[in-house]
C-alpha cells in the first residue's frame, strides 16, 4: 500500500482542478511501473510525463526515449523530452576534465534535474507533483527519503511543487511482476531474466546512461562487450583528460583485473586435486 497516495489525494481537493502529475521517465522499468500506478490510482488527474535526454542514452535496439515514448502512449500520456541546452553526458565530463562522482552528480543536477525543472516552470498549475520511480529497497540512503515532500526551490506563491516516490515501498519483484502481468515490454537492454520469458534481453540491471558512473564492474564488462561504442567513448575520455571515472584506476585497468580474476576463478574449479 502506498501511504503517500491518501496525502496525495486530500491536496488534490484542496487545490481542486489546476492540480498536475509529472512523470519523470527514463524509459526504464521503475518509470513504467509508476505511470501504471498513477494512472491506475488517479485516473482523472492531469498526468504529463517528462525525459531528460543525456545525450549519452541507449540508442539500440531501440532509444530509451522511443521507448519511453512508446510506454507513455499506451497509458494516454504525453511525453516531453528536454535536454540541456549547452552541453551533453561526455561533453560536460570533457569541459570540467573530471568526471562527476557519487558525492558531486554534476550529470544529474546539469543534465537531469535542471532542465526538468526548467519545464515544471513552464506548467500553468498551482499544484504540481514531480513523480520519481525512486524505491525504498534500492539502497540504504534511499530508504531513508520521504516519499512525499515539499520541492522548495520550485515552490513560489503562485505555485507548490511536491517531490513524490509513488512505488517507494514497491520491491524489484513487485515491479517485474507487474511488468509481466500486465504484457507491459522492458527496455531490451534490461537482462534476460528481467524478461518474462526469460530468453530474450540483455546485459544491464538498471536503464541509466550507456555507460554510468555507478556501473558495477561486472556492469563494466557487460558494457564493453556489448556496447563497445560507449565503453570505448569513456576510456577515451579518461585518456583525454587525463583523470579516471573511478578513483582505483581505469575503465580498461578495471575491466582486465575483473578478467583476471574471473579466468583464476575458472582455472581453480578446473584444477585436479
Ligand atoms: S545515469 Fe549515471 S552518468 Fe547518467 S546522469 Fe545519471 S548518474 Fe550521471
Known amino acids: 500500500m502506498c501511504h503517500s497516495l491518501e496525502e496525495v489525494k486530500r491536496l488534490f481537493e484542496r487545490f481542486d482542478g489546476s492540480v498536475a502529475l509529472v512523470i519523470n521517465h527514463s524509459g526504464g522499468k521503475d518509470s513504467t511501473r509508476m505511470l501504471g500506478f498513477v494512472r491506475e490510482r488517479l485516473p482523472e488527474a492531469t498526468t504529463l510525463a517528462v525525459m531528460a535526454d543525456t545525450g549519452f542514452e541507449h540508442q539500440r535496439p531501440i532509444s530509451a526515449t522511443d521507448f519511453a515514448r512508446d510506454r507513455c502512449a499506451e497509458f494516454g500520456v504525453p511525453l516531453t523530452v528536454v535536454r540541456n541546452s549547452r ?61 512525499l515532500s515539499l520541492n522548495s526551490s520550485l515552490t513560489t506563491q503562485t505555485r507548490i511543487v511536491y517531490n513524490w516516490f509513488p512505488i517507494f515501498e514497491e520491491s524489484l519483484a513487485d515491479v517485474l511482476t507487474w511488468h509481466w502481468d500486465h504484457c507491459i515490454p522492458l527496455h531490451p537492454v534490461y537482462v534476460p531474466k528481467f524478461h518474462k520469458d526469460g530468453t530474450t534481453g540483455g546485459y544491464l540491471r538498471r536503464l541509466s546512461c550507456r555507460l554510468c558512473i555507478f556501473s558495477t564492474d561486472s556492469d563494466l564488462l557487460a558494457i564493453r562487450q556489448h556496447d563497445p561504442e560507449a565503453f570505448l567513448s569513456v576510456s577515451a575520455l579518461e585518456q583525454k583528460i587525463g583523470f579516471t571515472m573511478r578513483s582505483t584506476g581505469s575503465l580498461i585497468q578495471i575491466v582486465d583485473e575483473a578478467n583476471s580474476v574471473i579466468e583464476a576463478q575458472s582455472t581453480q574449479v578446473c584444477l585436479p586435486f
Not at 92 to 118: H, N, W
Not at 123 to 137: A, D, K, V, W
Open 87 to 147: 552541453r551533453n553526458y561526455l561533453e560536460m565530463v570533457e569541459q570540467r576534465g573530471m568526471f562527476p562522482s557519487a558525492q558531486y552528480r554534476q550529470c544529474t543536477s546539469d543534465l537531469k534535474r535542471g532542465p526538468i525543472e526548467k519545464y515544471i516552470r513552464t506548467l500553468p498549475y498551482r499544484l504540481i507533483f514531480n513523480c520519481m520511480g525512486i524505491r525504498s529497497e534500492e539502497s540504504p540512503p534511499r530508504a531513508k527519503l520521504h516519499p
